[in-house]
């Protein structure tokens, strides 16, 4: 009989990858995918605890599989991830009907827990945090696509007073540069012309004194790749080497995330992000006289614990100074377990909404004139997915990160085309396919 896995993920790009890495363990020990939970033997939720009311969309979710299990008892059904933590107590007590609850330091277990799980019935819980664990030579099923996404390292050192990564996903460690080029390498033979590098903090990649620069320049130097991404950055670990390693690496993508979360200095120190709001206008600068057209983007908190207007009307300023090409905006939402949850003065319900509305319109504002700067220029664009703006049109990214729509003249996905950008409305430039000698490239 054949046996079928089905993995839902929430949450940020670290958790599809650990849901590939998963997939890739489940399939050597002899599991397919399906696309459809009531085909599947095993049920995985890859929970994410950063964003707001994540525990009750598990909940939520896991209530309707407690019916799917009913009517198929043998189903098996886990929580994976930063969520599990939180939860096991919970699914303990309440939840039985749940097999799994694993942390993201436990998947290696998956397969030797299944083949325990066929002969006992209590939950298997799991959740003690590495201090080594970095899933080293564990190859993951990819999704499709024309994306490829790498783990270089796993969990954070930056103990930013609102997260709770470091107490959900352990302390900094990275994985060996050889194990990283072997994988990159991989998806390269795959058909994958762009890979992402990931991190919680990814340059602060750092392994027998081989660090984010030093890495990336060796990723870039691998046959067949085109183009390099890599998220999140912290301000604090870019410096001129790096920027410089991106300048002189033609495939290593002009843009950069930058996240300022706070324009107040004052917030910013009691956010613990290790730097002032003038040496973050400053480090914008400096990228942008380095990387010839880059682009910006950033993370931006509203409303933290004690920000007062004063120090609202600062973030507002150091966004009209760098102008971000585009912001991942939200309001202050406390998690237990951080410092942040501890602070007083939190701020109205009503006020965090406010000004997270005025942080959104700023920001569509910078967006706009952003990207009309690109009206008229030729740029490559990787041809990503249908447009689901637009019918009978494709849609891909620039080197600098912008989402371009254009008709589908015969183009294929994967392709890197050149395209004329004729228009710029909303966050998506528009644009035509030009034909340019020695400029189109294919892959299979």
């Known amino acids: 009989m054949q046996k079928k896995y089905y993995i839902e993920t929430y949450g940020c790009q670290m958790n599809v990858a650990d849901s590939e890495l998963v997939a890739g363990l489940l399939e050597k020990n002899g599991y397919t995918k399906t696309n459809l939970d009531l085909e599947a033997n095993i049920i995985f939720l890859n929970t994410c605890a950063i964003r707001e009311h ?27 991830g930063c969520m599990a933590q939180n939860v096991k107590d919970d699914i303990l007590e309440n939840k039985p009907y749940v097999d799994f609850v694993l942390g993201p330091d436990s998947y290696k277990r998956i397969p030797d827990l299944l083949k325990r799980q066929l002969i006992q019935e ?39 007073t609102f997260c709770i990564v470091p107490f959900t996903r352990g302390r900094e460690r990275s994985r060996s540069l050889q194990s990283i080029i072997d994988e990159v390498k991989k998806a390269v033979d795959m058909g994958f012309i762009e890979v992402t590098l990931l991190g919680q903090n990814v340059n602060s990649y750092n392994h027998n004194n081989v660090k984010f620069p030093k890495l990336i320049d060796s990723v870039a130097n691998i046959s067949g790749l085109q183009r390099i991404r890599f998220t999140s950055p912290h301000p604090q670990d870019i410096d001129d080497e790096l920027l410089f390693v991106m300048r002189d690496n033609h495939n290593i993508c002009n843009s950069v995330h930058l996240p300022l979360q706070a324009g107040s200095n004052k917030i910013l120190k009691k956010m613990n992000r290790t730097y002032t709001k003038e040496k973050f206008m400053i480090l914008s600068d400096k990228i942008r006289n380095i990387l010839s057209n880059s682009s ?26 760098v102008k971000f090409d585009s912001a991942f905006t939200f309001k202050y939402s406390s998690r237990p377990g951080t410092k942040a949850s501890e602070f ?40 990503e997915k249908n447009s689901k703006k637009s019918k009978n049109k494709l849609s891909g990214r620039t080197d600098n990160n912008k989402w371009v729509i254009f008709p589908n003249n015969n183009i294929n996905i994967g392709e890197i085309i050149t395209v004329k950008i004729t228009d710029a409305r909303g966050i998506s430039l528009f644009g035509e396919k030009i034909k340019m000698k020695d400029e189109n490239y294919a892959i299979i």
């Not at 319109?361 to 490559?380: D, W």
């Open 54 to 80: 994540a525990e009750d969309k598990i909940h939520s979710r896991l209530g309707r599989l407690n019916k799917l299990k009913k009517n198929k008892p043998e189903t098996i059904i886990g929580i994976l």
């Open 122 to 160: 209590e939950s298997i819980v799991d959740t003690r945090l590495s201090k080594f664990e970095v899933y080293e030579n564990l190859f993951p099923s990819r999704n499709n696509g024309v994306n490829a996404w790498v783990s270089i390292m796993r969990g954070c050192d930056k103990f930013c």
């Open 296 to 321: 910006i983007t950033t993370d931006i908190i509203a409303g933290f614990p004690g920000e007062t207007e004063k120090d609202f009307n600062e973030t507002l300023d150091v966004m009209n100074y």
């Open 344 to 383: 007083d003065n939190h701020i109205d319900e009503r006020i965090r909404q406010l000004r997270l509305a005025k942080l959104v319109e700023l920001q569509k504002i910078h967006t706009l004139h952003r990207n009309k700067l690109e009206i008229g220029k030729k740029v490559k664009v990787l041809v």
